[in-house]
């Protein structure tokens, strides 16, 4: 999946119209966390440096089409200039007769962050006249929001279609060369490490990594519903009832395909779902039938870590219990240790983002793993083998 690279583009005196993912979260008039931000700057350096003027464009949150004032992208604009040395100047909207002459009046190597696109409803709608007004205004266009490329919005779909090169953001690149990697050719054993609550979520997932896996590790809540699929009793843990004999297909086509697929052992069950609930840890043919289980238990989490450590690639999409609670966390973080231990000796881990970075991050391992996804939905879409259109939409080489 080679595209052409924002490197590739001779940039200087010209207009590079870049969509980022600046969907960060805001406390007032500050960025709470500067994650995303940060992994745009080596494709936003690379425009200015080489003497391009940099036009961005992003989202932020869910204004409906509305001008919500506190979803404004003026603190962002604020980090940024601090984190690129440079000014970083904003836009009152993101099209119109101001911002084209803003626009004009860009430098080389200047940067102009348009004003949050969803304060127009024809973002989201693709909608044809507003991509060519987006589109009126650069020369060139680059998509470093990995984040957004599971969706055909006008920014990420409807205005790559005013250009003749399209190209990918360095973020994106390494987004599609290590998702794509594990997916085409990862290095064997090759583990995949499913969580989360649902299986109506990563039942795509699922299907798609059966052929391609040596071993699956299933937790989180879903888990349940392939104990339910076993007629094992669950208690008042999460069950999707419609969702049962997909469990029973899955588990039969993982014994016909010779995947190992590794469901819990034993759990962690709580008499209710709080904090500071009572919990202990039980066999998974004795879950009490008035609790429910929200972890993963001590034997499976070092059954799970065992696998981790001798696999050569790992993709982990979805925590394996209630991590938000610490007294539930003790799973996830047990696995995100030994894999972050495998990766130090060499292991290619692949995370996707979400509650799985979040789950990471909490463990304290997150600056161990090969990579990190930025994009949530993105990378489960790219996981279950679906065209992303804001990828499609790039120049193949």
Same mark, same amino acid.
């Given at each position: 999946m080679r595209k052409l690279s924002v490197e590739d583009l001779s940039v200087r005196g010209r207009r590079v119209l870049t969509r980022v993912d600046f969907n960060v979260p805001l406390e007032g008039a500050k960025v709470a966390d500067e994650a995303r931000i940060r992994e745009s700057l080596p494709t936003l350096r690379s425009v200015l440096d080489r003497g391009g003027r940099l036009i961005l464009m992003s989202h932020l949150g869910r204004p409906d089409g509305k001008v919500v004032p506190k979803l404004s992208l003026g603190p962002v604009a604020d980090r940024l200039s601090d984190l690129l040395g440079r000014p970083v100047t904003t836009a009152p909207d993101c099209v119109g007769p101001e911002v084209e002459r803003l626009v004009a009046?860009?430098?080389?190597?200047?940067?102009?962050?348009?004003?949050?696109?969803?304060?127009?409803p024809e973002e989201e709608k693709n909608d044809p006249a507003f991509s060519e007004r987006l589109a009126s205004l650069g020369d060139l266009y680059v998509n470093d929001a990995f984040g957004t490329a599971h969706r055909a919005h006008a920014s990420t779909e409807g205005v790559t279609r $005013?250009? @003749?090169?399209? @190209?990918?953001?360095? !973020?994106?690149?390494?987004?599609?060369?290590?998702?794509? @990697?594990?997916?085409?050719?990862?290095?064997?054993?090759?583990?995949?490490?499913? =969580?989360?609550?649902?299986?109506?979520?990563?039942?795509?997932?699922?299907?798609?990594?059966?052929?391609?896996?040596?071993?699956?590790?299933?937790?989180?809540?879903?888990?349940?519903?392939?104990?339910?699929?076993?007629?094992?009793?669950? =208690?008042?843990?999460? !069950?999707?009832?419609?969702?049962?004999?997909? #469990?029973?297909?899955?588990?039969?086509?993982?014994?016909?395909?010779?995947?190992?697929?590794l469901l819990p052992t034993d759990c962690v069950v709580a008499d209710r779902f709080a904090p500071d609930a009572?919990?202990?840890?039980?066999?998974?043919?004795?879950?009490?039938?008035?609790?429910?289980? !929200?972890?993963?238990?001590?034997?499976?989490?070092?059954?799970?870590?065992?696998?981790?450590?001798?696999?050569?690639?790992?993709?982990?999409?979805?925590? !394996?219990?209630?991590?938000?609670? &610490?007294?539930?966390?003790?799973?996830t973080n047990a696995v995100a240790?030994?894999?972050?231990?495998?990766? &130090?000796? =060499?292991?290619?881990?692949?995370?996707?983002?979400?509650?799985?970075?979040?789950?990471?991050?909490? #463990?304290?391992?997150?600056?161990?793993?090969? $990579?990190?996804?930025?994009?949530?939905? #993105?990378?489960?879409?790219?996981?279950?083998?679906k065209t992303l259109p804001g990828v499609a939409a790039l120049t193949d080489v």
């Amino acid at each position: 999946m080679r595209k052409l690279s924002v490197e590739d583009l001779s940039v200087r005196g010209r207009r590079v119209l870049t969509r980022v993912d600046f969907n960060v979260p805001l406390e007032g008039a500050k960025v709470a966390d500067e994650a995303r931000i940060r992994e745009s700057l080596p494709t936003l350096r690379s425009v200015l440096d080489r003497g391009g003027r940099l036009i961005l464009m992003s989202h932020l949150g869910r204004p409906d089409g509305k001008v919500v004032p506190k979803l404004s992208l003026g603190p962002v604009a604020d980090r940024l200039s601090d984190l690129l040395g440079r000014p970083v100047t904003t836009a009152p909207d993101c099209v119109g007769p101001e911002v084209e002459r803003l626009v004009a009046g860009l430098k080389d190597g200047d940067a102009l962050l348009l004003e949050n696109l969803r304060f127009h409803p024809e973002e989201e709608k693709n909608d044809p006249a507003f991509s060519e007004r987006l589109a009126s205004l650069g020369d060139l266009y680059v998509n470093d929001a990995f984040g957004t490329a599971h969706r055909a919005h006008a920014s990420t779909e409807g205005v790559t279609r $005013h250009f @003749a090169q399209r @190209a990918a953001g360095l !973020l994106m690149i390494r987004e599609l060369d290590y998702l794509g @990697a594990a997916l085409a050719a990862p290095g064997r054993p090759f583990v995949a490490v499913l =969580g989360g609550a649902k299986v109506s979520g990563k039942i795509d997932v699922i299907h798609n990594l059966l052929p391609k896996v040596d071993a699956l590790l299933i937790g989180g809540g879903m888990a349940c519903t392939f104990f339910k699929a076993q007629g094992l009793e669950i =208690g008042k843990s999460l !069950l999707e009832p419609d969702r049962v004999e997909v #469990a029973r297909q899955v588990l039969a086509g993982a014994e016909r395909q010779k995947v190992r697929l590794l469901l819990p052992t034993d759990c962690v069950v709580a008499d209710r779902f709080a904090p500071d609930a009572q919990k202990k840890a039980v066999p998974r043919e004795r879950i009490p039938a008035d609790w429910q289980v !929200l972890d993963i238990g001590p034997e499976t989490a070092r059954q799970f870590s065992d696998e981790v450590r001798s696999a050569k690639t790992v993709v982990w999409n979805g925590p !394996l219990g209630v991590f938000e609670m &610490d007294a539930f966390a003790d799973g996830t973080n047990a696995v995100a240790r030994a894999l972050a231990d495998a990766t &130090d000796r =060499g292991t290619v881990s692949v995370i996707g983002g979400g509650d799985s970075a979040a789950a990471i991050a909490k #463990a304290g391992v997150e600056r161990r793993m090969t $990579h990190i996804s930025t994009g949530g939905g #993105a990378s489960l879409e790219f996981l279950e083998g679906k065209t992303l259109p804001g990828v499609a939409a790039l120049t193949d080489v």
